[in-house]
DNA sequence: TTTTTTAATCAAATATTTTTGATTAAAAAC
DNA sequence: GTTTTTAATCAAAAATATTTGATTAAAAAA
């Protein structure tokens, strides 16, 4: 319990709740699946991820959306294209390094 | 992609369900705080446990069966009670050496 | 033995999340 | 300029998860 966060109550609240969206967005195997893709590719581009993960373009656009909003994802739009990729820092901050390998292209 | 987990598609996909109940269970801010109070106090019966969080029997029942289910928690009977604890390594092997302090009574 | 305490489970109600198909807006291609 | 491609958003439907209050079973206390 050393760390600022954690003094109060009212702040471990915060903590909570900041958490518990991020591991939301973790809480689904084809959310975990996106991750992975874009882990071992880079960078995709919706129309791309698409036809990989067998997944109509709204429901894929929603659930890159959960994932841009808990910051584990990030989003660069090129033309009409939007490209997407894995937030390194955001896996290292959570995960244990045991899941480094999925989620980590230098493994 | 080093580890046998990870060689086929088959394998990625029971590896993903797997950590999709894992990180359900943690996707909780109540859970979480369960998990925080239970590496302070190290062991904890539901009757202790239901006035800390505020939460009627019956629910708190119900979010220790997921965390138990998850093997985030383990339980110990002893007569009519119930005691429960965290499940260190289990934490050790999923989070992050940054979310130690919260879940992570060494810390 | 009877009563009380403890905690799991159940079914119904409520709330939240996900899926689906359609619409929209912007940029690219023609 | 018109058509096509790309991807976000929307609203309704479907699927899941959570809450609630009651019931149950087992052990403890009286």
């Known amino acids: 319990m050393n760390q600022e966060i954690q003094i109060q109550d009212v702040s471990m609240e915060k903590f909570f ?4 969206a991020k591991f939301k967005a973790l809480a689904d195997k084809k959310r975990l699946q996106i991750m992975n893709i874009l882990t071992q590719k880079g960078e995709m581009c919706v129309c791309d991820l698409a036809p990989l993960m067998e997944m109509a373009q709204s429901k ?6 959960i994932l841009l909003d808990a910051n584990i994802i990030s989003k660069e739009t090129r033309g009409t294209w939007s490209y997407y990729q894995i937030n390194q ?3 290292n901050h959570m995960l244990s390094h ?3 390998c999925v989620f980590k292209p230098s493994c």
């Open 17 to 20: 709740e900041k958490y518990e």
């Open 89 to 91: 820092d955001e896996i």
């Open 98 to 100: 045991e899941l480094c």
């Open 60 to 65: 894929l656009s929603y659930h890159l959306k």
